[in-house]
């Protein structure tokens, strides 16, 4: 069977490298435990390593945190669902919000259940997925501001996730400068400016992120050791605390090219080939369905990912310096797209090392 290996020693000590970069330009880090639905060891791990609170876009995710951690700070990071407005009351401490409507129910949820919630407003500075664009914050702030129900904290955004843009000196700027119109029109303190996720880090770690951002969400940075939009490693954290172990169940020399007449593959993509003479392959017991959009890396010299169908991994190993055996564990590093299909994935089993006592399933 395959395995996939956490780390939560290695999680702890790169949230710490993260939390401290970020602390000495003055920002909090917020831990986003997505990619693992929402599992309370990484989160402790992460809550070891100095973070502010827990980040996930799911609110099962955050209910299945709260249940195993208590009631550490949780933020819901996808705009809340209109018809979840009560739970993301009850379970969020605080959500990142665009939209009238939602704020609105957000708002009495908060009333009946006889407290507040706090809203982080989000401005679209050009990546195009979330946010109202910067001409309408002043106005929905405004209008958040006078809701009883409802504590407008801060505003923030979002950077390398649609569009693809990276967070820069210039946009994040755009966002100090908002805040500071949002103070001066609602008379508010607004303490959180949230300028983006794992690909805000370059900024931190280069000394050019503007004064006035005082906050990130960092998930990718910390899980994987690096900044996701140009792949360069975060300082001071470590790449493998997350590791893959896959089974090999056939080891056997074939043709490179395939015989007979061809047409699309199982994925409905047509193949091609190169002719590369006789090769040694390798199955492994991995395959589409543990991986979904993500892709992994071998570890060993000589290791080639040549493909995946459903339910198997097709491995070229004729560099490998050492014998191939059926029954033999090939290692991995996962990217995140990989790491959120495996995590969630019920045929890999999950190993944790260096976990913290008390923390049950
Ligand atoms: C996923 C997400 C993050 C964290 O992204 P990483 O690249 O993993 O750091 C931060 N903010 C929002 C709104 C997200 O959806």
């Known amino acids: 069977m395959s395995q996939l290996v956490i780390d939560l020693g290695k999680i702890t000590a790169n949230t710490r490298a993260v939390v401290d970069s970020c602390r000495s330009r003055g920002l909090e880090v917020w831990g986003v435990t997505k990619a693992l639905l929402g599992c309370p060891r990484v989160g402790a791990a992460m809550l070891r390593g100095g973070v502010a609170g827990l980040a996930d876009s799911r609110l099962a995710n955050i209910e299945r945190l709260h249940q195993t951690l208590g009631p550490a700070a949780m933020m819901l990071l996808r705009l809340p669902s209109p018809s979840q407005a009560q739970q993301t009351v009850a379970l969020a401490a605080v959500s990142l919000n665009s939209e009238p409507a ?25 990546d195009r997925r979330e946010g109202v664009l910067p001409a309408d914050v002043e106005g929905l702030a405004g209008d958040v501001a006078h809701r009883r129900s409802l504590e407008l904290v801060g505003i923030g955004a979002n950077f390398a996730c649609y569009g693809g843009v990276m967070p820069s000196p210039d946009n994040l700027t755009e966002l100090v400068d908002l805040a500071r119109q949002v103070r001066r029109v609602t008379g508010l303190e607004l303490p959180v ?6 690909s805000s880090m370059r900024l931190v770690e280069e000394g050019t992120m503007p004064e006035g951002v005082t906050q990130l969400r960092v998930g990718e940075a910390i899980l994987l050791g690096r900044e996701p939009s140009t792949g360069r490693p975060v300082i001071g954290a470590d790449a493998d ?42 199955l ?19 290791v080639e990912v040549l493909g995946a169908s459903s339910d198997h991994l097709i491995l070229d190993v004729t560099e490998t310096g050492s014998a191939v055996r059926v029954g033999d564990h090939l290692w991995f590093r996962p990217n995140y797209g990989a790491l959120l299909a495996l995590a969630t994935c019920p045929h ?14």
Do not use: C, W
């Open 348 to 361: 890999v089993e999950r190993h944790y090392l260096g976990d913290a006592p008390g923390m049950g399933r």
């Open 284 to 302: 492994g017991a991995l395959g589409m369905q543990d991986l979904g959009a993500g892709s992994i890396s071998p570890e060993a010299p000589g």
């Open 193 to 198: 400016v949230s300028g983006g996720n794992s």
């Open 241 to 282: 605390a997350f590791r893959l172990a896959v089974e090999v169940i056939e080891v056997k020399r074939r043709p490179s090219l395939p015989r007979g007449q061809t047409a699309r593959d199982a994925f409905g993509r047509e193949p091609r080939f190169e002719d590369r003479g006789e090769r040694l392959r390798a």
């Open 102 to 126: 939602t704020l609105d129910l957000l708002d009495r949820a908060a009333r009946e259940g006889g407290g507040t919630h706090r809203v982080i407003l989000m401005v679209d500075l050009g």
